[in-house]
């Protein structure tokens, strides 16, 4: 049972737009959601994590949206440039054990000039 | 620069052989690492948390028999793959969580693709 989910496997944008990547769970009771960054052939970077308690978190150009009751949350990447095509992955984990994380599938992005 | 390393980065084998996975923390002490398993166009799967100085926590469908791990140093854990077949061709991954910073910090390695013939 894919606790995350990314259903969008993957998304093209025009640099300097909004990039919009969209993640899903299903278990209300993970505490806190992060965001990674993966190149081929490398292993994921963090991008920008939330906690439960906010809906919003700022950092850059990146900002990472909560909804709770929808158990939804997004990435926003704003201006997209060429240099953040990678796959994303959304990951989820529980406040008494933060350090297991629970990944989605990755969206791949590609932002052309 | 990289502060988790895994070796080797790419490895090929007959079927039936076994493979050895390194994966150390280059700049901080790990008391746990994790292992994780990606197969094309999947999520990342954990298999196993490995655990310095006692044994490994393996999640469900993992067959601990099949995936040895043993984190033996504060810096070294690693994931032996026994009597591979084509089906453990994957991508493996470990990553370590900085003590004491939760998720955020959590460092993953390049990766090691193993492609068993």
């Known amino acids: 049972d894919q606790q995350v989910k990314q259903n969008s496997p993957s998304l093209s944008v025009q640099e300097g737009r909004i990039s919009i990547l969209n993640c899903d769970y299903t278990?209300?009771?993970?505490?806190?959601f992060l965001w990674y960054k993966k190149y081929p052939a490398e292993g994921p970077t963090f991008l920008i994590s939330?906690?439960?308690?906010?809906d919003k978190n700022e950092d850059g150009r990146f900002t990472v949206f909560l909804n709770k009751s929808a158990k939804h949350l997004s990435l926003h990447i704003v201006p997209s440039q060429p240099g953040d095509s990678a796959v994303y992955f959304c990951?989820?984990?529980?406040?008494?054990?933060?350090?297991?994380?629970?990944f989605g599938t990755g969206t791949r992005l590609q932002v052309f000039p | 620069g990289a502060v988790v390393s895994q070796h080797p980065s790419r490895v090929i084998c007959k079927s039936g052989t076994s493979v050895k996975i390194e994966c150390r923390s280059l700049?901080?002490?790990?008391?746990?690492m994790f292992w994780y398993r990606q197969f094309p166009k999947q999520s990342l799967m954990l298999m196993a948390t490995?655990?310095?100085?006692?044994?490994?926590?393996?999640e469900q469908g993992v067959e601990k028999d099949k995936f040895l791990i043993n984190h033996a140093s504060l810096t070294l854990s690693t994931l032996t793959v026994t009597s591979a077949h084509p089906e453990d061709s994957s991508f493996y991954i470990c990553?370590?969580?900085?003590?004491?910073?939760?998720?955020?910090?959590?460092?993953f390695g390049p990766g090691t693709r193993l492609t068993v013939l």
């Open positions: 990553s370590a969580p900085r003590p004491g910073q939760g998720s955020d910090t959590q460092y």
């Open positions: 278990n209300s009771m993970f505490d806190y």
């Open positions: 939330i906690s439960s308690i906010k």
């Open positions: 990951a989820a984990s529980f406040l008494y054990n933060t350090d297991k994380l629970i």
């Open positions: 700049d901080f002490q790990a008391t746990t």
């Open positions: 490995s655990n310095e100085g006692s044994k490994a926590t393996y």
